[in-house]
């Protein structure tokens, strides 16, 4: 887990992906909007919320607007009900660049946009991923949890004047 | 000692792909096969749905092209509203041209930027450290950023016509439910340098002359990597023009001759079967009059530039005449002429979405009609990578009692297969060590097609690859891991 300290005026982006026809696999996209919601509801203006299937190249223009940039997914790695991690570039290829990782978004935006956001993920533990609405009960309690974690974050960056930190540490 | 080289993905959700290559003794191909392991739950999951609510459901099936799905469906349910595809509001029609060209355009944009030019610019025996997107961003910066940004500006067109990202609702059974606003036209048409239409058109063509420039001097890889002798389907306009929306459905033979004759594709079950294999998950399509051995085809940028008799935009009709030529005039069977197609197709889409933003019905306020209940609709697109086939029956309370879609993945199954097998009796045959190289050639002739698996296994798509080789006993001597999520 990381430590979020507010330090000076950001531009924050929370970007859920994920298919939420796929069980489980709703986990990013839901996080996106029930912290939009909360954020509407706040009036926190200054956080600005996407989301879609999946990440694609041109998301690296989309988040070179940005100082910090959350995403959200799904995981089915070993973990308890969610993490954090801070995004680290990744460059290897794959077969089909169809799916974009964060990784590669900041390897990609840091060769044509530099600087880069600085970039973390929210990890949201699911389990089932077939063809169907709705979560299982495991998923939607990690997502309240995880929705609640990034809640009291943003709340402490938010709290000087709705400004956060540019630098948090890992 | 029979050697078994598999090429396999690791997904986090069912529906993968994998290639086989089975080796004998001497290291002759004994075998190889190409096998897209299909989930057909989708058609399950629209069932017992309001048929309303298909275009939208739809969309969740692909993350990669969830616009041709939505166009399909909403094609198929104008006809059950009662609505002759035909006979749409001219601002319906062309707000769903306007989507349909813009997604055209950005998912062009990313196969070749993207996926098919680090092979091009760095050569498929290149480092796999080097051979991806970040490679050319690091070393071609500006055609990284041109194409980073013709994506964008698809995406856009698709935000301002779809209405969202997720679960867009712009095409509706019967039309559409938004116009375009003179405030979104112009952001299209005059936008801020470079995401504006012309600026588009002009990048366009500069990925056309870069593929030329590259085939100068590349034409003994780029003419017979992966080249074979087929047949060609897609949609045409009835008078023959390119038509990626609407249109009948023409087939042609390797010589060019019509073996599919601009027919209705609402009667497609009439002419396409499909074969099913006991080793491949996915079907087989084929034309029926011409059978199991001899009806399989093409579908996609090279089928459709063969099957056309002109395009209907002057700058893509320039270069569509100079690749007719190349090939004499006759139907272009050469695989890798398959990025050359897809190009001049994304140069028709740039010019076709600014002859529709400069088109006054884009703002016009009728944007639906209704006609009298059917129970049946079929919708066929030409989505970027092929034809793609939608189609759906209703019961009297309105809820979807059947679907059957046919993906363009599907109709290249036979293709891709065949050119796995050309590629690996060049490339493996006789090898005593597989290298990178030689497992990347594989994937550039599968890569042409740009074959999307989340469509063909119904899946949400990822295709990294595991890399296996098996003895004669089946015992793991080598794996390679090309990428894994995490």
Known sequence: MIDFIPTGVARILIYGFGNPSRKDDALGVLFSEELEQWASDKSYKSLSFDANYQLAPEDAAVISDYDIVFFADASQEDIHDFSVERVMEHQKAEFSLHYFTPGNLAALCQEL?????????????????????GMTKKARNNLGLAVDFMKTQLKSLLAKDHTVSKNFIA | MTKKITIEPVTRV???????IHLDEEGNIVQSRLHIVEFRGFERFVQGRPYWEVPVLVQRLCGICPVSHLLAAA???????????EDLSPTAEKMRRLMHYGQFFQSHALHFFHLASPDLLFGIDAPVEKRNIIGVAREHKDLAVQGVMMRKFGQEIIRLTAGKKIHGTGAIPGGINKNLSPEERDFLLKGKNPLNADKMISWALDAVNLFKFYHASHRDFIDKFAAFPSNHLSLVRKDGALDIYHGVLRSIDQDGNKILHDVDYSDYLDYIGEEVKSWSYTKFPFLRHLGKENGWYRVGPLARLNTCDFIPTPLAQKEWEEFKAYTKGKPNNM?????????????????????????????????????????EGVGVIEAPRGTLFHHYKINDDDLVSMANLIVSTTHNNEPMNRSVRLVAEEKLAGQKMITEGMLNAIEVAIRAYDPCLSCATHAMGQMPLEVSLYNNENELIDRF???RRG
């Open chain 2, 14 to 20: 069912e529906g993968h792909g994998k290639v086989t």
């Open chain 2, 335 to 375: 695989t890798m002429h398959t990025h050359w197609a897809r190009l001049i197709e994304t140069l028709h889409a740039a010019e076709v979405i600014k002859d529709l933003l400069i088109d006054p019905d884009l703002q016009g306020e009728e944007l639906i009609r209704k006609g009298d209940k059917k129970f």
């Open chain 1, 113 to 133: 946009f530099h600087p880069c956001p600085e970039m973390y993920e929210v990890h949201i533990k699911g389990y089932e991923w077939q063809l169907e609405e």
């Open chain 2, 481 to 483: 891991y090309s990428y």
């Open chain 2, 75 to 85: 094609k198929a349910m104008d006809v059950i509203v009662g609505v002759d595809p």
